[in-house]
Nanobody, 123 residues
Framework: EVQLVEFGGGLVQPGGSLRLSCSAS????????MSWVRQAPAKWREWVSA????????SYADSVKGRFTISRDNAKNTLYLQMNSLKPEDTAVYYC????????????????WGQGTQVTVSS
């Protein structure tokens, strides 16, 4: 059974940083691209970032480019999202997702998502 569990959300002030983690199990993580998506209240789910199976290729939504960094540790079956210079508009529930092949270089067609972790950016 595929399971994705996110950690690391919380309340942070504008300009602050958070690091999200996603622990994956039930599949060979190193064979799949992975992604982060987010959903703010009353908004559609928004793709944030994706990384290919080996971690060499990464892509970002324009809204987070230069502030967020996606990475992965396949030995630990873990995906990360380092979020810096956070803004109130980054407030959302953040989900990690397993992407269907092939690697598209941008975006992610996901077949599994985690339960999400809340990130709130507020003073």
């Amino acid at each position: 059974e595929v399971q994705l569990v996110e950690f690391g959300g919380g309340l942070v002030q504008p300009g602050g940083s958070l690091r999200l983690s996603c622990s994956a199990s039930g599949f060979t993580c190193s064979n799949y691209a992975m992604s982060w998506v987010r959903q703010a209240p009353a908004k559609w789910r928004e793709w944030v970032s994706a990384i290919n199976s080996g971690g060499q290729s990464k892509s970002y939504a324009d809204s987070v480019k230069g502030r967020f960094t996606i990475s992965r540790d396949n030995a630990k079956n873990t995906l990360y999202l380092q979020m810096n210079s956070l803004k109130p508009e980054d407030t959302a529930v953040y989900y990690c997702a397993k992407c269907l092949p092939p690697w598209r270089g941008y975006g992610c067609y996901a077949d599994y998502w985690g339960q999400g972790t809340q990130v709130t950016v507020s003073s």
